[in-house]
């Protein structure tokens, strides 16, 4: 008897050993155990297990076919399904599957959770398909409205492809040529997606409220080296009300020539929102058609909305770099067949350079919609370190860098931007801080107000703040923005525009604009110093559109600040209101300049083309005589502060 009693205890212990997976279920077979989780699906797929099931990992599996659950009906009866890891467990679900998918999912009610603590939020269950032919890794298929996935959350896995030439997760109608599958009431939340040609590919068929209340949220996708990903983060086309948002994204291979794009919505994308997201490290490095988006919409509006009713807000795009000739190299593109009804707001956009030695371009903000009613809101982005190798011959998108560029349609609200050309060219060319380019022909398309402007590269050429390659009729609206250059020409339309009159000629409007090199708060923060700055203090014109600044603090209902930033410009002293004199020499300097003044100086502060103090000194005398040895030869603001005021003057350093 003892000898029976133990061959059974023996017998037991095998079979839990080879049980990776465990089960529990509210009704048919209440547990089971299985060593792959297809073995766990076909058993649910069989009826045997129903009711709300738990799927429990316990050890890693390897799936040799395809794990396939099936939706909830007939033989097949279940009102959830969720699927975690074991407490304390780091499994991995992986199998070699080419030209097939590792898991794939037909129902509704489903929970992919990896974190193996209750409501946690470590990723630790993986799934893997180390395939190198046509893998991929989790499927989510719906054919019908009828039999819409809905109340799907995937989270905290790790989901990593055998290769980078196909997509890892996919969620469409299963078709060999996809024509959009039905989903709603989906989150896809702080996953790890490693080596796909497309991370996350969702795609919907058009219809109304079609893959609605979608979120994608805090997943990452910046793997690096063999695991890095190739085309594009996440990419969703036909949803309606979907919100990516606090996704990290970037290091992309760099290989390929392509167009490398980290959040893009595709045809009838609509009502959604990409926000707080961090894009970097985009690019390509051969000499062919490649190139980079971080954002780009392309949603037309053949959706279920007439409008693409698209906000993109408060992302942070930065360290873009390309050889290539690709024609989009860009931190946020918005573009295509009526696309309309988007706001680009509070995003910050920095260091994009392309560095072919053809001089072909770079731009951080590029909107081209063929609609001349595109409804479109361009309000406190952040703009700079934007750069391309130069080309002086043309100002067109693929020639230079530009900051903001319009190069199709109409309907272009373009407000309380700072725009900062900080990044020298290599050779001289024709780079600008707003590109209206010569394929913007509709009267009236661009309202361009309350912006900051500042071109302060230092190579040879022409350094614009405003350019355009179509007549001013193009402007229902030109006014209230700064202009700072720091070279010979302010702007261009028809031909170089030197001073702020000649913009005036040139462009039209522009009465209350000024020319005023803003002291920013550093080299890498645009916010507007409180001192240095009160010849720019309130300049802009109230527009109903915009109530808030970058930092999402109240406009001045009648006064308002340009740029991105409110501010407050700390008073030095009581003002004089009569002129008061004040002599300098020599400009420009080689060494030392002399300054004179009617009231007793404080002391001198100068300043670089980028806003940075770089020399301070005290006087307390009505005479003062400054070391330029100190700095090296460009253009220079002199505050001069004395008990009663502030003055400026600009010196140029040889």
Excluded at 83 to 104: D, E, H, Q
Excluded at 239 to 247: E, M, Q, S, Y
Excluded at 303 to 314: E, M, Q
């Amino acid at each position: 008897m003892k000898k029976i009693l133990f061959f059974i205890a023996v017998s037991a212990a095998a079979i839990n050993l080879n049980a990776q997976v465990s089960l529990a279920a509210t009704s048919g077979t209440t547990t089971g155990t299985y060593t792959t989780l297809k073995d766990a699906f076909d058993a649910i797929n069989a009826g045997t297990h129903q009711g709300a099931i738990n799927i429990s990992i316990t050890a890693s599996t390897t799936e040799t076919a395809m794990a396939v659950l099936n939706a909830s009906g007939g033989t097949t009866s279940y009102t959830s399904v969720a699927i975690k890891p074991a407490t304390g467990t780091t499994p991995t679900i992986s199998g070699n599957l080419a030209s097939s998918t590792l898991v794939r999912i037909l129902g509704s009610n489903i929970t992919l959770d990896g974190s193996n603590t209750p409501a946690g939020t470590t990723r630790d269950l993986t799934f893997t398909n180390t395939a190198t032919t046509g893998p991929q890794v989790i499927n989510f298929i719906a054919t019908s409205a009828a039999a819409a996935n809905t109340n799907i959350v995937v989270k905290n896995l790790n989901i990593v492809n055998g290769i980078n030439t196909s997509s890892a997760f996919i969620m469409y109608d299963g078709n060999t040529t996809p024509t959009g599958g039905y989903f709603n009431n989906v989150t896809l939340q702080n996953n790890s997606v490693k080596k796909s040609y497309i991370g996350m590919y969702l795609f919907t068929a058009i219809a109304a409220g079609n893959g609605a209340n979608t979120l994608v949220t805090g997943n990452d996708f910046s793997a690096t080296g063999v695991d890095a990903n190739r085309l594009v983060g996440i990419y969703l086309q036909g949803l309606d009300g979907a919100t990516v948002t606090n996704n990290t994204i970037g290091n992309f291979e760099t290989a390929n020539a392509e167009i490398k794009r980290g959040v893009w919505f595709a045809t009838g994308t609509v009502n959604s929102s990409i926000t707080s997201n961090t894009i970097t490290n985009l690019g390509y490095t051969g000499t062919a058609a490649g190139g980079a988006t971080g954002i780009t919409v392309t949603s037309g509006n053949t959706g279920a909305s007439a409008s693409a009713n698209v906000i993109i807000r408060s992302n942070n795009i930065n360290n873009f770099t390309s050889s290539g000739t690709g024609t989009i190299f860009t931190g946020i593109y918005v573009a295509g067949t009526a696309t309309n009804g988007v706001i680009i707001d509070k995003n910050k956009v920095s260091a994009i350079k392309n560095t072919n030695i053809n001089g072909y371009g770079s731009q951080g903000i590029y909107v081209a919609s063929t609609s001349v009613t595109a409804n479109t809101l361009i309000s406190n982005n952040i703009v700079n370190g934007i750069s391309g190798y130069g080309y002086a011959s043309g100002g067109g998108v693929n020639d230079n860098g530009n900051g903001i560029v319009v190069g199709a349609g109409g309907g272009y609200k373009i407000y309380y931007n700072t725009v900062v050309m900080d990044v020298s060219q290599i050779v001289a060319g024709r780079s600008s801080a707003f590109n209206a380019l010569s394929t913007v022909t509709a009267a009236g398309a661009i309202d361009l107000r309350n912006n900051i402007f500042v071109n302060s590269q230092t190579q040879t050429g022409d350094r614009y703040t405003v350019y355009s390659g179509s007549a001013n009729t193009i402007f229902s609206n030109i006014n209230n923005n700064d202009y700072f250059s720091s070279g010979t020409n302010l702007g261009f339309i028809g031909s170089a525009r030197a001073a702020l009159s000649d913009i005036q000629t040139g462009f039209g409007g522009n009465v209350n604009s000024l020319n005023i090199l803003p002291a920013f708060v550093s080299a890498t923060d645009f916010h507007l110093a409180s001192s240095g700055n009160s010849t720019l203090d309130n300049k802009a014109t109230p527009v109903p559109e915009v109530t808030v600044d970058a930092d999402g603090n109240a406009r001045n209902a009648t006064t308002p600040d340009l740029g991105g930033y409110e501010f407050t410009t700390t008073v030095l002293a009581v003002q004089d209101v009569a002129k008061k004199k004040l002599n300098y020499y020599p400009n420009p300097v080689v060494d030392f300049i002399s300054i004179n003044d009617v009231n007793k100086i404080k002391n001198v502060e100068v300043y670089n083309t980028v806003g940075q103090r770089v020399i301070v000194e005290n006087v307390n005398s009505d005479k003062a005589l400054i070391d330029m040895r100190k700095v090296p030869a460009g253009t220079y603001i002199l505050k001069v502060n004395s008990e009663k005021e502030s003055q400026s003057i600009k010196v140029i350093k040889r």
